[in-house]
């Protein structure tokens, strides 16, 4: 499938690197980019075994949603336009494969909130990131007032919300709303790298780690060790379980099939 918005590049072993191109706009997200990413996500190629999100550009990973397109919006509009970011960034969340957000620059508002919705987070030392909304008279509206909480605790996110200041990645960072950060140039590498160690392991274990961290997310201690004890239950049922264990015991390289 073609598209107007996004560049993508595919690396042998099943790295899918997802690149937001709207460099003009630095990448601000409308609603055409938002449909081509649900787009993306719901065909993307099942031989992809690990996602990295980034943005075009040496400026920006993407600097919010377009407010050229939402300063015309009413009422129902805005809830559906809210509804679409927040619905194809849950999508991501869920993939059953792992998504690495690079971050190479500007992630305000609704980049912030993209990069929230990937499974970790690494940046550029350039990188900025801000829930800036309330400067411009909206609140968060692609899931931010969630999953920012969630993240970095209320007491932070309250006051990066309620104040709409801008961190630098240093402290994006020191609140753990990013794994690691580095220079420039060794972003993207560092981004293959840690694709390249989830390679190493089992797909069926990770999609099944993943779908537990998930899931857990909101439930009680009792209900998400119930959840948890079952997905470990199942991984005795793969091919992949067997495999892991057997090369283990035997002292040799594991070969993973995702079964």
């Known amino acids: 499938m073609d598209y107007n918005f996004l560049k993508i590049e595919k690396i042998d072993g099943g790295i899918t690197i997802l690149k937001i191109s709207a460099p003009k706009s630095l990448n601000a997200l409308n609603s055409i980019i938002l449909t081509e990413l649900d787009n993306f996500i719901e065909s ?10 980034t943005g075009d550009g040496e400026k920006s990973f993407v600097a919010g949603a377009d407010i050229s397109e939402m300063a015309h919006l009413d009422e129902q509009e805005g809830y559906e336009f809210g509804k679409l970011g927040a619905a194809v960034f849950r999508k991501i969340e869920v993939l059953p494969i792992p998504v ?27 990188a900025k990131f801000g829930q800036p909304e309330v400067g411009l008279g909206i609140i968060p509206g692609f899931s931010g007032t969630y999953r920012l909480p ?8 309250k006051e990066m919300i309620y104040t709409g200041k801008i961190i630098r990645a240093d402290e994006a960072l020191r609140i753990g709303l990013v794994n690691s950060i580095h220079e420039p140039e060794e972003l993207m590498p560092a981004a293959v790298e840690m694709a390249k160690k989830m390679l190493a392991c089992a ?14 997310y909101d439930l009680n201690a009792p209900e998400a060790l119930e959840l948890e004890s079952k997905l470990f239950g199942k ?6 379980q067997k495999e892991g264990m057997d090369a283990f015991l035997n002292k ?3 070969n993973f099939e995702g079964k």
């Open 203 to 216: 797909p069926t274990a990770i999609c099944l780690a993943k779908l537990s961290i998930n899931e857990n």
């Open 235 to 240: 991984c005795f049922a793969t091919a992949d």
């Open 150 to 157: 969630k993240l970095i605790g209320q007491g932070y996110a």
């Open 44 to 53: 993307i190629d099942p031989a992809t075994r690990v996602l990295i999100i």
């Open 100 to 126: 690495i957000a690079a971050i190479n620059g500007f992630a305000l508002g609704g980049g912030c909130e993209l990069a929230m919705a990937c499974d970790i987070r690494i940046a550029s030392v350039k």
């Open 252 to 254: 040799r390289p594991a």
